[in-house]
T-cell receptor, first 115, second 114 residues
Framework: AQSVTQLGSHVSVSEGALVLLRCNYS??????LFWYVQYPNQGLQLLLK??????LVKGINGFEAEFKKSETSFHLTKPSAHMSDAAEYFC?????????????FGGGTRLMVKP | DAGITQSPRHKVTETGTPVTLRCHQT?????MYWYRQDPGHGLRLIHY???????DKGEVSDGYSVSRSKTEDFLLTLESATSSQTSVYFC?????????????FGAGSRLTVL
């Protein structure tokens, strides 16, 4: 069975600082990988996804993530944090041959941005 | 993007009462999902549907049932609510051509069981 681990349930950065949110997965074969963001009192929105090809994936709002097969990781980064980035971020995986195409989510990381 | 609406958005109920949450989507998506969100656990899949009248259990299905009589509606029922079912419930959908499982989520239904 797949699992997703997000290191750090809360991360605090200063405005303008680098954002790094960590995600590691366990899967027998490289899965599809996703980052979703949840703003307060809203549903989840897709930030970016990795399916195949280039391992550095760019998403919305200046975020990007790099798939590292050897490290089974898919960490999310942004060079310079904005106050509007404060939200909860979820890493998720899905098996490539999963007929139901269900996502398995990590526990989430709440990002706080200090002025 | 799909339009997904969940109702009710907030509900407070008492232990032992039945509760039904409704999810309605307007994009003719084949797949629909119910997740619950709890601190530290992320989102966990309760049940999902891969077509009208076709449903299956997810990771945390005990105490829940679902029904899908029309493509656009996916109902989640708690037959006898318990305090452990206090949570935020999210519905999501995806069409069969949406490669790599990009889900569209509703805004959530917050359920409190006293």
């Amino acid at each position: 069975a797949q699992s997703v681990t997000q290191l750090g349930s809360h991360v605090s950065v200063s405005e303008g600082a680098l954002v790094l949110l960590r995600c590691n997965y366990s899967s027998s074969v490289p899965p599809y990988l996703f980052w979703y963001v949840q703003y307060p009192n809203q549903g989840l929105q897709l930030l970016l996804k990795y399916t195949t090809g280039a391992t550095l994936v760019k998403g919305i709002n200046g975020f990007e993530a790099e798939f590292k097969k050897s490290e089974t990781s898919f960490h999310l980064t942004k060079p310079s944090a904005h106050m509007s980035d404060a939200a909860e971020y979820f890493c998720a995986v899905s098996e490539r041959d999963n007929a139901g195409n269900m996502l398995t989510f990590g526990g989430g990381t709440r990002l706080m941005v200090k002025p | 993007d799909a339009g997904i609406t969940q109702s009710p958005r907030h509900k407070v109920t008492e232990t032992g009462t039945p509760v039904t949450l409704r999810c309605h989507q307007t994009e003719n998506h084949r797949y629909m999902y119910w997740y619950r969100q709890d601190p530290g656990h992320g989102l966990r899949l309760i049940h999902y549907s891969y077509g009208v009248k076709d449903t299956d259990k997810g990771e945390v299905s005990d105490g829940y049932s679902v029904s899908r009589s029309k493509t656009e509606d996916f109902l989640l029922t708690l037959e006898s609510a318990t305090s452990s079912q206090t949570s935020v419930y999210f519905c999501a959908s995806r069409d069969s051509s949406s490669g790599a499982n990009v889900l569209t989520f509703g805004a959530g239904s917050r359920l409190t069981v006293l």
